[in-house]
């Protein structure tokens, strides 16, 4: 399958559901205590599919490179917020769990279109 937009990207696609399910585990925090919290993961994971886009619509392979490891940072942060909600009692173990393993497997992603678009630089 070829790429002609970002929105082919599979890694985006996983991104998007990413936001979903971050939005949808903020709305169950206690709001007089977590309202910050809230904001912080869902600006954390709406920057992942965000800046994957804006990479891959630009027209230097360095730009994309760049935005990409953005996206990655991005996604680590919203890991930190999820578990830092679980410590915090907010969140259950269990509760977090799924968007755990969907941020792992959009990291391995990342990780292989980073490691992809490097070997088509050399």
């Known amino acids: 399958m070829s ?4 929105r082919d990207l599979l890694v985006w696609q996983k991104a998007m559901d990413v936001v979903v399910e971050s939005y949808r585990l903020a709305k169950l925090l206690p709001k007089s205590k977590a309202y910050g919290l809230a904001s912080q993961m869902q600006r954390a ?6 800046n994957i886009a804006e990479g891959q619509g630009r027209k230097h392979l360095g730009d994309y490179l760049y935005h990409l490891s953005v ?10 917020h999820m578990l830092l ?16 393993a969907l941020t792992d ?6 990780t292989g279109l980073r490691t992809s678009l490097k070997k088509t630089k050399t």
């Not at 994971?45 to 965000?50: E, L, Q, T």
């Not at 497997?105 to 990342?110: F, I």
């Open 45 to 50: 994971a709406v920057s992942i599919p965000a």
């Open 3 to 6: 790429v002609s937009t970002y």
């Open 105 to 110: 497997e959009v990291g391995r992603m990342l």
């Open 71 to 80: 996206a990655n940072g991005s996604l680590t942060e919203l890991e930190t």
């Open 85 to 100: 909600a679980s410590r915090l009692s907010f969140l259950s173990g269990r509760t977090i769990e799924p968007l755990l």
